[in-house]
């Protein structure tokens, strides 16, 4: 079975600073999906960056990157001049490339010092 | 406009009391999945359909069933909820069944308390 690890629990980063959280995940598929989602205290489920294993090119929205290394299968996200409205939990996730559904990690809390 | 509609947002209800969750879609996604979310444990999936009349078990489906009569929607039913099931729950779908890289539309959440 897939596994995704998050392991920070907290981020604390300042306004307008680069911050970086990690993600790791284990699985024996070559074809896959990784997403990272934002949940911000309003609960909503919302999708922040994806990105396609067989794509080498790292996705990029905005803000928001990350840093995938396929072979290491690591899963990093980026985030460029954070803003007060980062502020929420982050979850890594895995889809594989079948009926799979989605495999999250623990989530990440991020924290914005204004 | 395109959205996973969960219903209702919130719910307390007392042990041993069956109710369900609704989650209706209008996107005419093929797959639909339920998913609890608890502190420190992430989400994880409860039970999911690939299509009309066909479901399996996710990795939590102990307590829980599910019926998908119509594409559209795909209630969740606790037949005698337990106060382990309290919990944050998600319904969540996408285009194809066979291919998650167009990504998952979540709905609202239901936060369910069972006393």
């Known amino acids: 079975a897939q596994t995704v690890t998050q392991s920070q629990p907290e981020m604390s980063v300042q306004e307008a600073e680069t911050v970086t959280l990690s993600c790791t995940y284990d699985?024996?598929?070559?074809?896959?999906?990784l997403f990272w989602y934002k949940q911000p205290p309003s609960r909503q489920m919302i999708l922040v960056i994806r990105?396609?294993?067989?794509?080498?090119q790292n996705a990029t929205e905005n803000r928001f990157s990350v840093n995938f290394q396929k072979a290491a299968k690591s899963f990093s996200l980026k985030i460029s001049d954070s803003q007060l409205g980062d502020a929420a939990m982050y979850f890594c996730?895995?889809?594989?490339?079948?009926?799979?559904?989605?495999?999250f990690g623990k989530g990440t809390h991020l924290i914005i010092q204004p | 406009e395109a959205q996973v509609t969960q219903n209702p947002r919130y719910l307390i209800t007392v042990t041993g009391k069956k109710l369900t969750v609704t989650c209706s879609q209008n996107?005419?996604?093929?797959?639909m999945s339920w998913y609890r979310q608890d502190p420190g444990l992430g989400l994880r999936q409860i039970y999911y359909?690939?299509?009309?009349?066909?479901?399996d078990k996710g990795d939590v489906p102990e307590g829980y069933k599910v019926s998908r009569k119509e594409k559209r929607n795909f209630p969740l039913i606790l037949e005698s909820p337990s106060p382990n099931q309290t919990s944050l729950y998600f319904c969540?779908?996408?285009?194809?069944?066979?291919?998650?890289?167009?990504?998952?539309?979540f709905g609202s959440g239901t936060r369910l308390t069972v006393v």
């Open positions: 996730a895995y889809s594989g490339g079948g009926a799979d559904g989605l495999t």
């Open positions: 699985t024996s598929e070559s074809d896959y999906y």
């Open positions: 969540a779908s996408r285009f194809r069944a066979d291919f998650a890289g167009g990504g998952y539309t």
């Open positions: 990105q396609e294993a067989y794509k080498q």
């Open positions: 996107m005419n996604h093929e797959y």
């Open positions: 359909s690939m299509n009309v009349e066909v479901t």
